[in-house]
């Protein structure tokens, strides 16, 4: 059984950065697409980024477009996601996630327990 563990979470101002990591254990990932979701305070889990088991290709939602960068080390077992001009809209726990590389949360099989990103205003 695997398992996905995220950190890096916490509070900035807005326009700082962040950096989240996603570490798997118990199993090898890299079979895996990873996608990054977010769920705000009163919203539902909303997809945020993806990417490939190869690295070669990412997908992003329209509002972090130009502000966020997935990656992914497979030697690590570790994805990525590189958050930088933050805005108060960003707020919300993020979670990392495995499957195939789709933007709807219900083709992803692994998830994270989430880590929680406040950007204050």
């Known amino acids: 059984q695997g398992q996905l563990v995220e950190s890096g979470g916490g509070l900035v101002q807005a326009g700082g950065s962040l950096r989240l990591s996603c570490t798997a254990s118990?199993?090898?990932?890299?079979?895996?697409?990873m996608g990054w979701f977010r769920q705000a305070p009163g919203k539902e889990r909303e997809f945020t980024a993806a990417i490939s088991r190869s690295n070669s290709t990412t997908y992003y939602v329209d509002s972090v477009k130009g502000r966020f960068t997935i990656s992914r080390d497979n030697a690590k077992n570790t994805v990525y996601l590189q958050m930088n001009s933050l805005k108060p809209e960003d707020t919300a726990v993020y979670y990392c996630a495995a499957g195939t590389l789709t933007w709807h949360e219900g083709s992803y099989n692994y998830w994270g327990q989430g880590t929680q990103v406040t950007v204050s205003s």
């Open positions: 118990g199993r090898t990932f890299s079979s895996y697409a």
